[in-house]
């Protein structure tokens, strides 16, 4: 991670410029000890993680070196040299980063979703970035026009993307690719391209679900989602349920399955409820549907939970408005947005960082919605 007078005025590149400042102002001499990283973020206004970035880039022009639990020291250098590395044309403090930008795509705007735009707007400011968000209806077409859009706007200096139902890499995301843009997705993976990528953990979450329902007894577990093709999330959720039932020697009847946009209206869930009435829970991809789910099964005058168990998906604050506490598997927000901008700083800082993807645990909330199964016979 070379630093030179050529390169981009990044954020931690300032940080570093500040600290080249205060060696020589201050007269810090051959292997004395500079500010801790927590007092340059301090006297800069900046996050930990820049000045730790900013320190490191002196370590890589041999400025710096740094001892485990003891601090960073300078070495034995030249003033003149130190003099002729600092960058003239900033001459003003680091907290002017007022001009710097991201940009987050979102398909819409729910609770969760919502949540998610706070979370990155507030791990973005303690990094001295604003965020601008932008709509892409979910539609492939607009995301991509979006990200063209973007990508010509050069106070903004990185993406993260919370792609729609259409996983599938277009032209503009791909360009992206070729061109080492600084970009993260966010509760998606593409399969076919590699991008730097934080979600959730929807295998386990699902999987964990389930399991749930089935040390409660049930054994009969439906599975209700919208359509997973080429939605990972979706699809996932879908693979952790059968792995659940499949290693606890379950039989998964295809009727039990009901995997499509157009049957999770109430209507259509009494139908499923009606054809398969021997089940005793319901796995839902996600809280709308168990919400849907919950008025459908009230409206055929079953009991919830005593005769039938449901769990939700994501922990929606749609799930308040209920007359029950609905058991759900909750996806943590703060976790994952504040690695997001973690990441995203880090690849605009240091274009060779390598690719991440990183998973989010999730947890099952258990409420009231479920109920220990008690066999009829």
Same mark, same amino acid.
Request: hydrophobic share 35%.
């Given at each position: 991670m070379k630093v030179n007078q050529n390169m981009p005025d990044t954020l931690y590149i300032r940080v570093r410029n500040e600290i080249l400042k205060m060696i020589?102002?201050?007269? %810090?001499?051959? =292997?004395?000890?500079?500010?801790?990283? @927590?007092? $340059?973020?301090?006297?800069?206004?900046?996050?930990?993680?820049?000045?730790? !970035?900013?320190?490191?880039?002196?370590?890589?022009? *041999?400025?710096?070196?740094?001892?485990?639990?003891? @601090?960073?020291? !300078? #070495?034995?250098?030249?003033?003149n040299?130190?003099?002729?590395?600092?960058?003239?044309?900033?001459?003003?403090?680091i907290a002017i980063g007022k001009t710097n930008f991201l940009a987050l795509i979102i398909p819409k705007l729910d609770s969760y979703i919502s949540n998610i735009v706070k979370g990155i707007e507030k791990a973005a400011k303690d990094n001295n970035f604003h965020v601008v968000v932008k709509f892409s209806n979910g539609m492939s077409e607009q995301e991509e026009q979006i990200l063209s859009e973007l990508s010509k706007i050069s106070e903004i200096k990185g993406v993260i993307l919370f792609p729609g139902d259409n996983n599938t890499c277009g032209i503009e995301l791909l360009q992206y690719k070729v061109r080492n843009y600084p970009l993260v997705m966010i509760d998606r993976v593409f399969?076919?391209?590699?991008?730097?990528?934080?979600?959730?953990?929807?295998?386990?979450?699902? #999987?964990?679900?389930? =399991?749930?329902?089935?040390? #409660?007894?049930?054994?009969?577990?439906?599975?209700?989602?919208?359509? %997973?093709?080429?939605?990972?999330?979706?699809?996932?959720?879908? *693979?952790?349920?059968?792995?659940?039932?499949?290693e606890s020697n379950k039989r998964v009847k295809s009727e039990y399955v009901q995997i499509d946009d157009e049957l999770i209206s109430s209507e259509a869930l009494r139908s499923y409820l009606t054809k398969n009435d021997t089940i005793s829970a319901v796995f839902c991809a996600d809280d709308y549907i168990a919400t849907n789910m919950y008025y459908a099964a009230e409206w055929?005058?079953?009991? $919830?939970?005593?005769? !039938?168990?449901?769990?939700?998906?994501?922990d929606n604050e749609i799930l308040?408005? !209920?007359?029950?506490?609905?058991?759900?598997?909750?996806q943590p927000v703060e976790e994952l947005c504040t690695k997001a901008v973690e990441i995203l700083i880090n690849k605009i800082t240091d274009s060779d960082a390598s690719t991440q993807t990183i998973k989010i645990k999730t947890e099952v909330i258990e409420r009231s919605s479920v109920a220990p199964f008690i066999s009829s016979n």
């Open positions: 020589i102002e201050r007269n %810090i001499g051959a =292997n004395e000890l500079l500010p801790s990283e @927590g007092e $340059i973020a301090e006297l800069c206004g900046v996050s930990k993680m820049t000045s730790k !970035l900013a320190l490191n880039s002196l370590v890589d022009e *041999q400025i710096v070196y740094r001892i485990p639990r003891r @601090g960073s020291f !300078l #070495k034995d250098v030249d003033i040299k130190i003099r002729s590395m600092v960058d003239t044309k900033n001459n003003s403090t399969k076919e391209i590699e991008f730097d990528s934080i979600y959730h953990d929807h295998f386990q979450g699902a #999987k964990d679900a389930v =399991n749930y329902l089935l040390d #409660k007894g049930h054994s009969k577990i439906g599975f209700i989602s919208k359509s %997973i093709s080429n939605v990972t999330s979706r699809e996932e959720r879908y *693979q952790g349920y059968i792995s659940a039932m499949m055929l005058g079953k009991k $919830i939970p005593e005769d !039938l168990s449901i769990i939700g998906f994501t308040e408005f !209920l007359p029950l506490k609905m058991t759900t598997v909750r």
